[in-house]
């Protein structure tokens, strides 16, 4: 594990530095279009897989109020039961760094010059994977799985001897 942080220590760095780049200037989004195609990617499939019903999508920049929306998915179906998926997905894409990083590290490594190249291609990943805030707000509808949840954990707390009576005979 220490090697895969290791190794993913440079493009997190990288992203911060983009972060700040980008926050400077509009022409430093261009190392953000990656993440922002994964970010909206993620939600596009959610909300195919769950059936919210993705009607548009987009990667193109554009000014809103203050702020910048890099891209943009527009779901026609969210219900309480696939909010949340559909809008959390994008926290998945924090695997395919710790996938190339562990692809990359499994056996004896050394950093690179294609190193440093996929080190530039994981830093929009870092930076696109945490939901945004109105996604957050869409996954507050599926405040229902709270109950679901609470329910199975209390009924496997409370009847746990009965559920395993069965292993020992």
């Known amino acids: 594990m220490k090697d ?5 220590a440079p493009s997190v760095a990288l992203a911060l530095v983009i972060r700040v780049l980008a926050g400077a200037h509009p022409f430093f989004f ?6 922002t195609i994964c970010h909206e990617l993620a939600h596009f499939v959610a909300g195919l897989l769950t059936g ?12 809103v109020g203050r702020h910048w929306e890099l891209g943009s ?15 959390l997905a994008p926290l ?5 760094p710790l996938c190339v990083a562990w692809w990359r590290t499994r056996q004896a490594w050394q950093f690179d010059p294609r190193d440093l190249l996929i080190a530039l291609a ?29 329910g199975a ?17």
């Open 4 to 8: 895969i942080l290791l190794y993913l």
């Open 30 to 35: 261009l190392f953000t279009v990656a993440g």
């Open 52 to 63: 919210a019903r993705p009607a548009s999508f987009t990667v193109i920049p554009r000014r």
């Open 73 to 87: 998915v527009t779901l026609t179906r969210v219900r309480w039961y696939n909010a949340a998926p559909a809008a």
């Open 92 to 96: 998945v894409i924090v695997l395919l």
């Open 122 to 150: 994981l830093a929009p990943q870092f930076l696109s994977f945490w939901p945004s805030m109105v996604d957050w707000r869409i996954a507050v509808r599926s405040w229902p799985y709270l109950f679901i949840i609470g």
């Open 153 to 169: 954990g209390w009924t496997v707390f409370h009847f746990r001897p009965h559920l395993f009576q069965f292993v020992n005979p």
